[in-house]
């Protein structure tokens, strides 16, 4: 499968902004699917996760309550719904994919074995 991540862009403290990441292929359904971040500086940490039937979600604390993963599974496209953006949210969000994800890895990136290029949000404060 080839991810395609878009939605990225320049937002205002307190704002909202929702990625999308367009899979090819018909096996979309097969892949558990998460979204990481690099901010400047940083070093690339896990943000939200959610299972092959999009039944379980998972998120990193910093974006519990604000942050929102789904999946559509008619459309092969994963999304990720960012509310109450801060500036220490400016990163650039790559999607990643795994068809063999041990649940108890989810927040690690070496578990995924597919990924699609970043796009970059930057929050102002």
């Known amino acids: 499968v080839q991810l395609q991540a878009s939605g990225g862009g320049l937002v205002q403290a307190g704002g909202s902004l929702r990625l999308s990441c367009a899979t090819s292929?018909?096996?979309?359904?097969?892949?558990?699917m998460a979204w990481f971040r690099q901010g400047p500086g940083k070093e690339r940490e896990f943000v939200a996760a959610?299972?092959?039937?999009?039944?379980?979600?998972f998120y990193a604390d910093s974006v519990k309550g604000r942050f929102t993963i789904s999946r559509d599974i008619a459309e092969n496209t994963a999304y990720l719904q960012m509310n109450g953006l801060k500036p220490e949210d400016t990163a650039v969000y790559s999607c990643?994919?795994?068809?063999?994800?041990?649940?108890?890895?989810?927040?690690?990136?070496?578990?995924?074995?597919?990924w699609g290029q970043g796009t970059q949000v930057t929050v102002s404060s």
């Open positions: 990643a994919a795994s068809r063999s994800l041990i649940q108890s890895s989810v927040a690690s990136a070496s578990a995924y074995n597919t």
């Open positions: 959610i299972n092959f039937n999009g039944g379980s979600t």
């Open positions: 292929g018909r096996t979309f359904s097969r892949y558990f």
